[in-house]
């Protein structure tokens, strides 16, 4: 709570997820595996424009032409069909309705989006965080790099174990696991970057085990 406290108070709020509806936020979760927000709010922005950002419209999209829309968020032709995969789930289980399928007990909702092609599992506990809002930890690369900086863990730590570490010291708490999360994301993006961390701009720097050897690089 204290780091949390600490990017809070630096980056303020940050008012994820982007999207205007759960569907969106879904696409936009598949969308983004791999690449920046921008390219896959850019693959949104052409759903949107074409008419076709509704599960009706994904699945009767033809396959080629709905990865020419995705192409900004790159490996287009996997992605159109990863997204045709999530939507065909819904509507032959749920008939079509993604408010059914998000309202299930969480650990059954993890378990059938981990089985849909292209879902793994910071794709999964997005869409049950943000869409579902049910209070489940996403642990991404920035994650593991930023509290392994840190000293909390090796860098090498599994997904379960990262997500494991932030559950058992953290109240059980969509609203914070939601801002958590983007404040994790706003770190790693503008400070704590791969190669050349600005840590003379970090909010946490006063905790870090590593910054030393990043400022004598200098
Ligand atoms: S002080 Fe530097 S290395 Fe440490 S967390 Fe901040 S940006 Fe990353």
Same mark, same amino acid.
């Given at each position: 709570m204290e780091i949390y406290n600490k990017l809070f108070e630096h980056f !303020? &709020?940050?008012?994820?997820? &982007?999207?205007?509806?759960a569907f969106e936020m879904v696409m936009g979760a598949i969308l983004t595996q791999n690449v920046s927000w921008r390219s896959a709010a850019s693959a949104i922005e052409n759903l949107k424009q074409d008419g076709i950002l509704s599960l009706e419209g994904i699945l009767s999209c033809d396959p080629v032409d709905l990865a020419v829309l995705v192409? %900004?968020?790159?490996?287009h032709n996997q992605k159109a069909k990863k997204l045709q995969s999530f939507c065909r789930v819904i509507a032959a289980?749920? !008939? !079509?309705d993604l408010e059914a399928f998000l309202s299930q007990e969480m650990g059954i909702l993890r378990e059938r989006l981990l089985d849909i +092609? !292209?879902?793994?599992p910071e794709t999964a506990d997005c869409i049950i965080l +943000?869409?579902? $809002?049910?209070p489940i930890f996403v642990v991404d690369a920035y994650t593991r790099r930023i509290f392994s900086r840190l000293g +909390?863990? &090796? $860098?090498?730590?599994s997904y379960e174990e990262t997500q494991h570490f932030f559950m058992s010291n953290l109240p059980r708490d969509v609203a914070l696991y939601n801002e958590y999360h983007a404040q994790i994301d706003a770190l790693g993006h503008?400070?704590?970057?791969?190669?050349? %961390?600005?840590c003379g701009e970090c909010p946490v720097v006063c905790r870090c085990s590593v910054q030393d050897q990043f400022t004598r690089q200098k």
């Open positions: !303020g &709020p940050r008012h994820w997820w &982007p999207a205007d509806t192409r %900004p968020a790159r490996y289980e749920f !008939g !079509g +092609y !292209g879902i793994g +943000y869409a579902a $809002e049910k +909390y863990f &090796p $860098e090498k730590i503008h400070t704590c970057l791969k190669s050349k %961390p600005r």
